[in-house]
Every structure is written in structure tokens, then in C-alpha cells.
């Protein structure tokens, strides 16, 4: 039977109560992840070398900024709706960066 992470809550940074796995980022519902096995790979790409090409936090970072969406309009969005003005950008990018190249199975 598989046992799925404890997280109370979605918010970034929480922590499951059985394994110790820690959310990366802010999510709109609370995940259903087995239990140990986030903690193993987010373990692991926490832990990689350095990278030399683009991830797909860059990729994405070169797409939005592209169209105009850049973490300045996303910060003045949030703010116009009375939301914090905050946007952990970089972290999401990195987090991205790495989960890709967990991925493709490339040294970091």
C-alpha cells in the first residue's frame, strides 16, 4: 500500500510530517506524492553540480519575457489585485533549471 506525504498545507516551504519532503513552491491544491520518494528526488537534484546549458527555467524566463511578461509586470499585477508583491521568480527558475535536468538524466 502506498503511503502519500502528510503536507497541512500548500504554501511554499512546508513540510511533509512523515518524510521530511519540503514544497518547493506555493501550490494551488495540496499534491498527492508518495511518500519518501519526493523527499528522494528532491534530494537529489537539490544535491547535482552546477549545469552548463539552459534549463527550462530559462527557456521559459526567454518565452514569457518575450511576449512582455517579465517578473516587474508580475510583481505590478500582483499589486493591482491587492496581492504581496513578491514572485520567486529566481527560485521557480531554478527549481525548473534542476527538475529538467533531473530529467534528462544530464550532470548539473
Do not use: H
Amino acid at each position: 500500500m502506498v503511503t502519500f506525504c502528510d503536507l497541512p498545507d500548500r504554501t511554499k516551504g512546508t513540510r511533509c510530517r512523515r518524510c521530511g519532503f519540503e514544497l518547493p513552491l506555493t501550490l494551488p491544491y495540496i499534491p498527492t506524492i508518495p511518500c519518501g520518494v519526493a523527499a528522494a528526488i528532491a534530494e537529489r537534484i537539490q544535491n547535482a553540480p552546477p549545469r552548463g546549458e539552459p534549463g527550462l527555467g530559462d527557456i521559459l524566463e526567454t518565452a514569457l519575457s518575450s511576449i512582455g511578461i517579465t517578473k516587474e509586470w508580475y510583481v505590478r499585477v500582483k499589486e493591482r489585485f491587492d496581492l504581496p508583491p513578491t514572485c520567486d521568480c529566481e527560485a521557480r527558475k531554478e527549481w525548473l533549471n534542476r527538475v529538467s535536468d533531473y530529467v534528462r538524466g544530464e550532470p548539473r
